[in-house]
């Protein structure tokens, strides 16, 4: 019976260590579960900040997921507001759902973006017996008869992804948004394997989600909506080349709470440049299909400002928010 | 040859005595997890993922360790499913169905031990099918549009009347309530919210653990406190545990079936463990000749849903290897690991990283061969953790299922949900409605509603697209004729007798 007591308490014991302990000096916040963008984005930056020694004791990784982000937010809004030792892991899709008021009537200004260090390039994906060889193909088929492609992506209709093929379409000079076909489905994955199957003509995402298929010769990808080429996708034409002047990347950073001192707002840019730079980090991307896109300090909270402001622009026009 | 030459390099990497020391501890530490109810396979699996790191583990170790704990834990929800009729984990819910009744009438540790070999069989066979046709099966999740998946809902939905409760009309309004609770939350179509009153909890819907945890464990304690004690599940005897070879060998058909629906259920993204051992426990209800027996302790409605709730876990590792897509939210989690591992799953993982997936599927037969031996001679270790005085072993399932719901979420709010779906439980359980059903609709209302929606939108709103497949048709066939046989059939068959209420 002993041992049965010990065992039930060694389990909670186990348990309460995991989701409490912290003798860490700083913490990233990644406000989701295990796996995905976020917890990518805060796992890599710990191990590499410390191990570039740009913090003298290691990082604790806190996963508080719920709300799509905003229980995070909210709870460095709240509970952080003046903490110098948090980050929270952040991407295109925090600003996004800032910009549509997902977030419970919190807004963007409550915290301060201070860093991004590399990007998911945004893609346009086929099946590979589709008939679209190019952007301006799909681009025509779709101002002929706006219900004869439908897109798949991983976001919810007004997210990211949907935001992609609108952006085109507005490039293209087709005005009539609302029309444009797109479904949800759970995840970049799911949303290939959609398109594959027949189901939907095309899919919208990052390129990190479809490297597999690409080199399984399952997709033909039409455009990456990048400025310039991705390295190691060399072959793969941007919009902007076709004609198509959209620039759409699902940037990895972080943003940390109002209420710091601009020197400790000053020494995370520093700190996130020095993860930026590092060998490790490069090698990371490179597996992960990420591009570089390192900005920090002002410069990426002025960025982050305009991206929000295009977003609300856009999500009016489709009706999301009012 | 090369299947051989490949699991001799899986073996190879796989086998050191370091990762075998790994494997025990994960099979051990999961069959724990998947006892408690509370913890499930994806928060223990998502608990561990953080020590493995901390620890410094490499892909191998890590993965041996992970993958251990993830079967465990298939394995142990069971138990608690059977002596306490508190799943461990939502798969097990069906495993209570037949379970509990048997641990009712002294045959826990006949149930134990035929749930244990058939979590084998189940595990097994789906290990080899992973081995033998991943690639190829891949590929059927291509298969699977919106209208599939709507009409492979629907078929669960329809089969659902019967389940845990000898009432249709119970059972259909549970399953209704389930519905109910789902569209709580973030409508994933819009991103528009629903039912959530502005508050930030309620924006990812509710967590089917909290409703689990809430409708079996805590409706137990209000019941418990309720009956002083008496008639409660708690605290039922476990004998010597011999080897039931007759009922094993009765039951075996029941494995092989419970093997094949859940594997099938597991390949598919989207369907997962729980409709793997629902469909599995239905299946076999249908073509038993003795179906009144069913919920009322027999061996089969235990085999059947333990073998497919484990052979969906193997199945789900499908999808998660080849095309990316997790099958289940376990596997979601261990797509996470393999992501910051560096590995990404795809459609060429096989070919470009063999050491990964071979050590991968070798880890799994080690920590099945394992979890057999744990599960079966040495079940009373873990039933001794269950077994002890009811006052001592109530307040523990209880702190346990409140840590284990705030470490999911760290919030206090999910575990006043979880009292308030406690309240539920006790609710229903006083005016006889089974809570299996409204489980269901949590777990699968959501994407049900999504993948109609999907439909509709991908047709321009014609119905008539939700038929437009052989395979969504043969579902919707499938799902009729679920739901009229058993109205149909009653009027041949003699009337079954009053439901026999039981003592609670």
């Given at each position: 019976?002993?041992?049965?007591?010990?065992?039930?308490?060694?389990?909670?014991?186990?348990?309460?260590?995991?989701?409490?302990g912290?003798?860490?000096?700083?913490?990233?916040?990644a406000?989701?579960?295990?796996?995905?963008?976020?917890?990518?984005?805060?796992?890599?930056?710990?191990?590499?900040?410390?191990?570039?020694?740009?913090?003298?004791?290691?990082?604790?990784?806190?996963?508080?997921?719920?709300?799509?982000?905003?229980?995070?937010?909210?709870?460095?809004?709240?509970?952080?507001?003046?903490?110098?030792?948090?980050?929270?892991?952040?991407s295109?899709?925090?600003?996004?759902?800032?910009?549509?008021?997902?977030?419970?009537?919190?807004?963007?200004?409550?915290?301060?973006?201070?860093?991004?260090?590399?990007?998911?390039?945004?893609?346009?994906?086929?099946?590979k017996?589709?008939?679209?060889?190019?952007?301006?193909d799909?681009?025509?088929?779709?101002?002929?008869?706006?219900?004869?492609?439908?897109?798949a992506?991983?976001?919810?209709?007004?997210?990211?992804?949907?935001?992609?093929?609108?952006?085109?379409?507005?490039?293209?000079?087709?005005?009539?948004?609302?029309?444009?076909k797109?479904?949800?489905?759970?995840?970049?994955?799911?949303?290939?394997?959609?398109t594959?199957?027949g189901?939907?003509?095309?899919?919208?995402?990052?390129?990190?989600?479809?490297?597999?298929?690409?080199?399984?010769?399952?997709?033909?990808?039409?455009?990456?909506?990048t400025?310039?080429?991705?390295?190691?996708?060399e072959?793969?034409?941007?919009?902007?080349?076709?004609?198509?002047?959209?620039?759409?990347?699902?940037?990895?950073g972080?943003?940390?709470?109002?209420?710091?001192?601009?020197?400790?707002?000053?020494?995370?840019?520093?700190?996130?440049?020095?993860?930026?730079?590092?060998?490790?980090w490069?090698?990371?991307?490179?597996?992960?299909?990420?591009?570089?896109?390192?900005?920090?300090?002002?410069?990426?909270?002025?960025?982050?400002d305009g991206?929000?402001?295009?977003?609300?622009?856009l999500?009016?026009?489709?009706?999301?928010?009012? | 040859?090369d299947?051989?030459?490949?699991?001799?390099?899986?073996?190879?990497?796989?086998?050191?005595?370091?990762?075998?020391?790994?494997?025990?501890?994960?099979?051990?530490?999961?069959?724990?997890?998947?006892?408690?109810?509370?913890?499930?396979?994806?928060?223990?699996?998502a608990?561990?993922i953080p020590?493995?790191?901390s620890?410094?583990?490499d892909?191998?170790?890590?993965?041996?360790?992970?993958?251990?704990?993830?079967?465990?834990?298939?394995?142990?929800?069971?138990?608690?499913?059977?002596?306490?009729?508190?799943p461990?984990?939502e798969?097990?819910?069906?495993?209570?169905?037949?379970?509990?009744?048997?641990?009712?009438?002294?045959?826990?540790?006949?149930?134990?031990?035929?749930?244990?070999?058939?979590?084998?069989?189940?595990?097994?066979?789906?290990?080899?099918?992973?081995?033998?046709?991943?690639?190829?099966l891949?590929?059927?999740?291509?298969?699977?549009?919106?209208?599939?998946?709507?009409?492979?809902?629907?078929?669960?939905?329809?089969t659902?009347?019967?389940v845990?409760?000898?009432?249709?009309a119970?059972?259909?309004?549970?399953?209704?309530?389930?519905?109910?609770?789902?569209?709580?939350?973030?409508?994933?179509?819009?991103n528009?919210?629903?039912?959530?009153?502005?508050?930030?909890?309620?924006?990812?819907?509710?967590?089917?653990?909290?409703?689990?945890?809430?409708?079996?464990?805590?409706?137990?304690?209000?019941?418990?406190?309720?009956t002083?004690?008496k008639?409660?599940?708690?605290?039922?005897?476990?004998?010597?545990?011999?080897?039931?070879?007759?009922?094993?060998?009765?039951?075996?058909?029941?494995?092989?079936?419970?093997?094949?629906?859940?594997f099938?259920?597991?390949?598919?993204?989207?369907?997962?463990?729980?409709?793997?051992?629902?469909?599995?426990?239905?299946?076999?209800?249908?073509?038993?000749?003795?179906?009144a027996?069913?919920?009322?302790?027999?061996?089969?409605?235990?085999?059947?849903?333990?073998?497919?709730?484990?052979?969906?876990?193997?199945?789900?590792?499908?999808?998660?290897?080849t095309?990316g897509?997790?099958?289940?939210?376990?596997t979601?989690?261990?797509?996470?690991?393999?992501?910051?591992?560096?590995?990404?799953?795809?459609?060429?993982?096989?070919?470009?990283?063999p050491?990964?997936?071979?050590?991968?599927?070798?880890?799994?037969?080690?920590?099945?061969?394992?979890?057999?031996?744990?599960?079966?001679?040495?079940?009373?270790?873990?039933?001794?953790i269950?077994?002890?005085?009811?006052?001592?072993?109530?307040?523990?399932?209880?702190?346990?299922?409140?840590?284990?719901?705030?470490?999911?979420?760290?919030s206090?709010?999910?575990?006043?949900?979880?009292?308030g779906?406690?309240?539920?439980?006790?609710?229903?359980?006083?005016?006889?409605?089974?809570?299996?059903?409204?489980?269901?609709?949590?777990?699968?209302?959501?994407?049900?509603?999504?993948?109609?929606?999907?439909?509709?939108?991908?047709?321009?709103?014609?119905?008539?697209?939700?038929?437009?497949s052989?395979?969504?048709?043969?579902?919707?066939?499938?799902?009729?004729?679920?739901?009229?046989?058993?109205?149909?059939?009653?009027q041949?068959v003699?009337?079954?007798?009053?439901?026999?209420?039981?003592?609670?």
């Amino acid at each position: 019976m002993k041992m049965t007591m010990f065992k039930v308490l060694g389990t909670s014991a186990l348990l309460s260590a995991m989701s409490v302990g912290s003798a860490f000096a700083t913490e990233c916040i990644a406000p989701a579960n295990p796996g995905g963008g976020w917890d990518f984005t805060c796992r890599q930056i710990a191990n590499i900040m410390y191990e570039v020694k740009a913090i003298d004791a290691p990082m604790q990784v806190t996963n508080m997921a719920g709300g799509g982000g905003g229980v995070a937010f909210s709870a460095v809004v709240a509970d952080h507001n003046t903490d110098p030792d948090v980050i929270v892991a952040a991407s295109s899709a925090t600003t996004t759902r800032l910009a549509q008021n997902a977030y419970a009537g919190m807004t963007a200004d409550q915290v301060r973006f201070v860093g991004a260090i590399g990007a998911d390039p945004g893609v346009i994906v086929v099946a590979k017996d589709s008939p679209f060889q190019n952007l301006g193909d799909m681009v025509a088929a779709i101002k002929a008869d706006p219900a004869s492609v439908a897109f798949a992506g991983g976001s919810a209709v007004g997210g990211f992804d949907h935001m992609k093929p609108l952006q085109i379409m507005k490039a293209a000079g087709f005005n009539d948004i609302t029309k444009i076909k797109y479904i949800g489905v759970d995840g970049g994955a799911d949303a290939i394997t959609q398109t594959v199957g027949g189901f939907t003509q095309a899919m919208t995402g990052d390129m990190s989600e479809i490297v597999g298929f690409i080199k399984s010769g399952d997709v033909r990808v039409l455009a990456v909506l990048t400025e310039e080429r991705v390295p190691g996708f060399e072959d793969i034409p941007t919009a902007r080349e076709q004609g198509f002047d959209v620039v759409a990347v699902n940037w990895r950073g972080v943003y940390v709470p109002k209420g710091i001192s601009d020197d400790q707002f000053n020494t995370w840019a520093t700190r996130l440049k020095a993860v930026a730079d590092s060998e490790q980090w490069k090698t990371a991307m490179a597996e992960n299909g990420l591009a570089p896109f390192t900005k920090v300090g002002a410069d990426f909270q002025t960025w982050v400002d305009g991206v929000i402001a295009d977003t609300v622009t856009l999500s009016k026009e489709i009706g999301v928010i009012q | 040859m090369d299947l051989l030459n490949n699991l001799a390099l899986g073996f190879s990497i796989a086998l050191s005595p370091y990762t075998l020391v790994l494997a025990v501890i994960g099979c051990f530490v999961g069959t724990i997890i998947g006892a408690l109810p509370g913890l499930g396979p994806s928060n223990g699996v998502a608990l561990l993922i953080p020590i493995s790191f901390s620890m410094g583990f490499d892909a191998i170790s890590a993965l041996v360790l992970l993958t251990s704990v993830y079967y465990g834990a298939m394995y142990g929800g069971r138990i608690s499913s059977i002596l306490l009729n508190i799943p461990g984990d939502e798969p097990a819910m069906m495993t209570t169905l037949d379970g509990y009744p048997m641990a009712k009438q002294g045959k826990a540790g006949d149930a134990l031990v035929v749930s244990g070999v058939a979590s084998f069989v189940g595990a097994f066979l789906a290990t080899v099918g992973l081995m033998l046709m991943a690639p190829w099966l891949a590929r059927v999740a291509f298969k699977f549009g919106p209208a599939e998946y709507f009409a492979l809902y629907m078929l669960a939905f329809c089969t659902l009347g019967g389940v845990g409760s000898n009432n249709q009309a119970k059972s259909a309004m549970a399953a209704c309530i389930g519905l109910g609770i789902a569209m709580i939350g973030l409508d994933k179509t819009t991103n528009m919210q629903r039912f959530t009153f502005g508050n930030l909890h309620l924006f990812d819907g509710i967590d089917f653990l909290v409703a689990i945890v809430g409708l079996f464990a805590v409706s137990e304690v209000f019941h418990f406190i309720e009956t002083h004690g008496k008639n409660s599940a708690i605290g039922v005897k476990l004998g010597k545990v011999l080897i039931p070879w007759k009922m094993l060998n009765d039951t075996k058909g029941a494995m092989l079936r419970g093997s094949g629906i859940g594997f099938l259920a597991g390949i598919l993204p989207g369907a997962g463990a729980s409709l793997g051992s629902f469909l599995a426990y239905m299946g076999e209800k249908s073509i038993s000749n003795d179906k009144a027996s069913f919920g009322k302790g027999n061996p089969r409605g235990v085999a059947a849903p333990e073998a497919g709730n484990n052979a969906a876990a193997g199945g789900a590792l499908i999808p998660m290897l080849t095309l990316g897509v997790p099958g289940s939210g376990t596997t979601a989690v261990l797509l996470a690991l393999l992501l910051t591992l560096n590995i990404t799953p795809g459609p060429l993982l096989f070919t470009e990283r063999p050491d990964v997936v071979w050590s991968l599927i070798a880890a799994l037969l080690i920590a099945n061969v394992m979890l057999l031996i744990m599960n079966v001679p040495m079940v009373k270790v873990f039933v001794k953790i269950l077994s002890v005085p009811s006052y001592i072993l109530l307040p523990g399932v209880t702190m346990i299922a409140f840590v284990g719901i705030y470490s999911l979420t760290g919030s206090s709010f999910d575990m006043m949900l979880m009292v308030g779906f406690g309240v539920l439980g006790y609710v229903c359980r006083k005016i006889d409605i089974p809570t299996v059903p409204i489980i269901l609709g949590i777990l699968l209302g959501n994407a049900m509603e999504d993948n109609l929606r999907r439909a509709m939108i991908l047709s321009d709103g014609d119905w008539t697209y939700l038929f437009s497949s052989p395979i969504a048709i043969g579902f919707w066939i499938a799902a009729v004729l679920g739901f009229l046989a058993p109205i149909f059939l009653r009027q041949f068959v003699k009337k079954p007798p009053l439901p026999t209420t039981d003592e609670d």
